[in-house]
């Protein structure tokens, strides 16, 4: 992902449109037209050997006449030439290129190259961006920038939407026009060869103009940029999708080999959901979200607060707040006693509020004061139906003159059409989100609640995992190469066990044979009663043919179950082998819940957690969620949390609460075999027992891979580096561990900062540092090892309870060129050589990614930093408009050329 030349392409000094026409009909001519009127102040240079003038504006036969070279190209020919024309722009000096031409991707036979792929080999020694192809332009209305063939002008706006779908640009163009919506930026990506989803929001991402971003999505390419852009901009400003879902994509994410189907829609849900997204179904959604997330402040409570003059449609209302999974807020005496002193007597006393038909202007202001005073109450939602007693405009003028001198968060909902637009317009004039129909407002608040879970994930302090783990990481290497050794993809229960019970997961007891008879002498050490099960690997699933039987508690049992199970296979697959059989301890115990747990591997986002409710029916029951990994515990419960079973599990009616500790850490556990050990693809099992102690895995199956993906490089979003920790010992002799920040720190970085002296906050800061509350330590220790790199030093107190004693951050530009230091150590540890060590320790990391230089900002009057980074080959100068400040800058690759992040 780069974001080089992005600035050419969306605020660019110069234009060439190759391709142009004035012949009724054609693109060429749209293009044409929608340049030349839509506002730009640069040079636009049509090329076209078939007219003179296009436009009334001079056209040049070719690309060698041109008096300039263009900073932006818009390509329109067929696609043979395009390739030609990128290197030939290319060597001019063109930075970027918008290429409308379709069926680029097609070939004339197997052997050619599509025209595409010549067209991004010729772009590359250039630098040259390509938005495209198949694209339909784009436009940047405050810039007078219309580089595209829609059929009409965009309405500048502070909305940036980007889409894969060009007719569903145009869709959207003509609905919001009529709707008085404007853009700052709109997008057609079109095939998205070069820049596509991910370099398109962080450029916006950045831009003061865009106060939110509106995707369309077909088809997602590159998703661990993806990932990566789209949580760095979500915490700015809100970001929310439609995703489309192909026919195909519909049906599975991917036939699993060991644990259920998943669909491919649920996969891309819980991206969105962890990006800090929100994800809506259609566009008339997506404007009206936009608008409810702008107007309004932030939620205290997922409580509803509905005041109207009908009953039926506060029924409505209150419907489709049931449906959508929300709550009414429950309003307390207090407030009782004060509507029932401000309403008449036959008011609905309760939540919803009914005022009734008849009220008055001073009615509605009344009453509005009294529920946006409670404390109980957080958003409002004012519902009017028109009356002949009561005017809708005088209730639409006492909500806004009240809103304006209270202030609070207030939906209104004035249903009608001709009776109630004057009402509309004050609303809109007051900056008061307003909807048609009572499911759409509730709906619209719905998304506030969605939309603040989705943000709290993004700064969520998860605890610490209670029990520290270290797996044996060898015993479960050494396993999967045996099977993959001898030619195989899956492991089966057995082999699964070690692996598991190799990263701490505990297991049932278990024991293996090939022989009917000693199956009986096994279950005597196990222990009566006994479960007999089939080992084949010709079987995917024993219990459709009959391959386990339970609560076996003689060995004549054990050895005639045995017996039966071959039998029966024999006659239903005769060509299946029998591998063996497993016998193990029946599990009996009250209050014993049967869960899955498991990866599945996604064709998209690659591995995937899932956990449900499991036993022989859970493929009936489909009671399952995702996430994506890497998990911690909040993330792990927060998975957890959107099942069905997981309010059976918090306890009901005398039955005690599952061990959710238990479950969130094996799911960790899960999230770590996966990261760890790449020739993994999936794992399932089914059932997990669990209890108000622990978890028992009984049934295991894994799936692997012969070709794994680089370490790391098959997950959408990048886990921990814990190959990046190391023990130092500072000149005083004590021990600290260098590491990467983890979002887990945050009570002890807290602390950290606490204890700094003012002189050194200045020297870190360049100015005083206030309390620093739960969002910006966030923003310290939660970062995007893929963006964004900080080591702490850390070391047990007195006490033994960990604590920060430094650190030093990068933050690295999209394009790997450059990244910004900042260093600290606490001010009694100057001295120690930590902080030498830690910005070395940052040199070789930098240097390890192949960025190329380390820059950052130094007090003049901070000689010891000074010295130090001087020591270390730092150079340094004071820029003309700073006297107060030193740029200083490390060069840290010889060859000077730019390397791919890893």
């Given at each position: 992902m780069s974001l080089r030349h992005l600035e050419s392409l969306f605020r660019p000094k110069s234009i060439a449109f190759i391709g142009a026409s004035q012949e009724p009909g054609r693109i060429g001519t749209v293009v044409t037209q929608n340049l030349l009127h839509g506002g730009f102040d640069g040079p636009i240079m049509p090329v076209t050997r078939r007219f003179k003038s296009v436009g009334g504006v001079?056209?040049?036969?070719?690309?060698?006449?041109?008096?300039?070279?263009p900073e932006l190209a818009i390509i329109g020919t067929p696609p043979e030439p395009v390739p030609a024309l990128i290197g030939e722009l290319g060597k001019a000096g063109t930075q970027a290129a918008i290429v409308l031409t379709a069926g680029m991707s097609d070939r004339r036979s197997p052997r050619d190259r599509a025209p595409?792929?010549?067209?991004?080999?010729?772009?590359r020694p250039y630098d040259l961006r390509i938005l495209g192809p198949n694209s339909?332009?784009?436009?940047?209305?405050?810039?007078?920038?219309?580089?595209?063939?829609?059929?009409?002008?965009?309405?500048?706006?502070?909305?940036?939407?980007?889409?894969?779908?060009?007719?569903?640009?145009?869709?959207?163009?003509?609905?919001?026009?009529?709707?008085?919506?404007?853009?700052?930026?709109?997008v057609a990506l079109g095939e998205c060869a070069d820049v596509g989803f991910a370099e398109v929001i962080d450029f916006l991402s950045m831009e003061p103009s865009t106060r939110a971003i509106l995707l369309y999505m077909k088809t997602l390419i590159h998703p661990r940029e993806f990932m990566s852009a789209a949580r760095a901009a979500a915490r700015n400003k809100p970001v929310l999708i439609?995703?489309?879902t192909p026919h195909h994509e519909a049906v599975v994410a991917a036939a699993s080999k060991v644990g259920p189907r998943v669909q491919s829609d649920t996969v891309y849900d819980a991206a969105f959901r962890r990006a800090g997204m929100l994800r809506v179904l259609d566009t008339e959604e997506l404007f009206a979200a936009v608008e409810t997330l702008a107007r309004s402040g932030p939620l205290r409570s997922n409580d509803l607060t509905i005041m109207t003059n009908s009953e039926g449609i506060g029924i409505m209302a209150v419907d489709a707040l049931a449906q959508g999974g929300g709550n009414l807020s429950n309003l307390t005496d207090e407030t009782l006693e004060k509507l029932d002193a401000a309403l008449p007597r036959v008011w609905s006393h309760g939540n919803l509020v009914n005022i009734r038909g008849d009220a008055s202007g001073d009615r509605y202001s009344n009453t509005l004061r009294i529920l946006l005073a409670?404390?109980?109450?957080?958003?409002?939602?004012?519902?009017?139906?028109?009356?002949?007693?009561?005017?809708?405009v005088a209730a639409a003028e006492a909500v806004t003159r009240t809103a304006s001198e209270t202030g609070g968060n207030i939906l209104t909902c004035w249903i009608g059409e001709e009776a109630?637009?004057?009402?509309?317009?004050?609303?809109?004039?007051?900056?008061?989100?307003?909807?048609?129909?009572?499911?759409?407002?509730?709906r619209a608040y719905l998304h506030r609640v969605r939309y603040r879970r989705n943000q709290e994930l993004l700064i969520q302090t998860p605890r610490s995992v209670p029990l520290e783990f270290i797996p044996s990481m060898d015993v479960a290497r050494n396993a999967v190469r045996k099977a993959l050794a001898e030619g195989r993809d899956l492991m089966g229960d057995p082999e699964a066990k070690v692996v598991l019970a190799a990263y701490g997961v505990p297991t049932v007891p278990t024991r293996f044979t090939r022989s009917p008879a000693q199956a009986a002498h096994l279950a005597k050490e196990v222990g009566f009663p006994v479960a007999v099960k089939l080992l084949s690997s010709d079987i995917a699933n024993r219990l459709d043919v009959g391959g386990v039987v339970l609560d076996l508690d003689t060995p004549r049992a054990v050895t005639e179950a045995a017996q039966r199970i071959t039998s029966r296979l024999r006659q239903s697959h005769p060509d299946a082998q029998v591998?063996?059989?497993?016998?193990?301890?029946?599990?009996?115990?009250?209050?014993?819940?049967?869960?899955?747990?498991?990866?599945?591997?996604?064709?998209?986002?690659?591995?995937?957690?899932?956990?449900?409710?499991?036993?022989?029916?859970?493929?009936?029951?489909?009671?399952?969620?995702?996430?994506?990994?890497p998990l911690n515990m909040h993330l792990a419960r927060e998975l957890m949390s959107r099942t069905r079973i997981f309010n059976v599990l918090r306890g009901y009616r005398g039955h005690k609460a599952a061990n959710i500790d238990a479950i969130c850490l094996t799911l960790i556990k899960l999230s770590h075999l996966i990261i760890d050990i790449p020739h993994i693809a999936e794992v399932y099992i089914n059932p997990l027992f669990a209890d108000d102690q622990d978890v028992l895995a009984i049934e295991t199956r894994i799936g692997l891979r012969a070709k794994p993906p680089a370490p790391s490089q098959h997950l959408a979003i990048r886990p921990y580096p814990q190959t990046l920790e190391e023990e130092f010992t500072l000149k005083t002799g004590r021990v600290v561990k260098l590491r990467p920040v983890r979002p887990e720190d945050e009570p002890e970085h807290e602390d950290f900062f606490s204890r700094l002296h003012a002189e050194d906050i200045q020297m870190r800061f360049f100015g005083s540092l206030a309390k620093l509350h739960h969002p910006a330590l966030a923003r310290f220790t939660q970062i995007d090892y893929d963006r964004e790199m900080a080591f702490i030093a850390t070391a047990p107190d007195e006490s033994g309870r960990p604590e920060t004693l430094g650190e030093v951050r990068t933050i690295t530009d999209p394009d790997n060129i450059t990244a910004e230091y900042s260093i600290i150590v606490r001010s009694d540890l100057k001295g120690t050589g930590l902080g030498r060590k830690l910005m070395e320790k940052m040199i070789d990391y930098c240097r390890s990614r192949g960025t190329q230089r380390l820059t950052g900002q130094v007090l003049c009057r901070n000689r010891a930093m000074l010295a130090m980074i001087g020591s270390i080959g730092f150079h340094r100068e004071i820029p003309s408009d700073d006297t107060e400040t030193f740029e200083t800058w490390l060069e840290l690759q010889k060859t000077g050329r730019n390397h791919s992040p890893t």
């Open positions: 001079l056209a040049y036969p070719n690309l060698a006449s041109l008096p300039m070279t595409v792929d010549a067209m991004l080999e010729t772009a339909m332009g784009l436009l940047v209305p405050g810039a007078g920038l219309n580089a595209s063939f829609s059929h009409r002008p965009a309405l500048s706006g502070k909305i940036a939407f980007v889409s894969q779908s060009g007719g569903m640009c145009t869709g959207v163009l003509d609905w919001a026009r009529a709707k008085g919506i404007g853009f700052s930026h709109f439609i995703k489309a409670a404390k109980e109450v957080d958003t409002l939602l004012i519902l009017h139906a028109p009356t002949a007693v009561a005017s809708s109630v637009s004057a009402a509309r317009k004050l609303f809109a004039k007051a900056g008061i989100p307003s909807y048609q129909s009572p499911s759409m407002a509730v591998d063996g059989f497993s016998v193990q301890k029946m599990v009996q115990h009250p209050g014993i819940h049967e869960l899955m747990a498991g990866v599945i591997a996604d064709p998209v986002f690659g591995p995937v957690i899932l956990f449900g409710q499991g036993g022989s029916a859970a493929d009936i029951i489909g009671d399952l969620a995702v996430a994506l990994p």
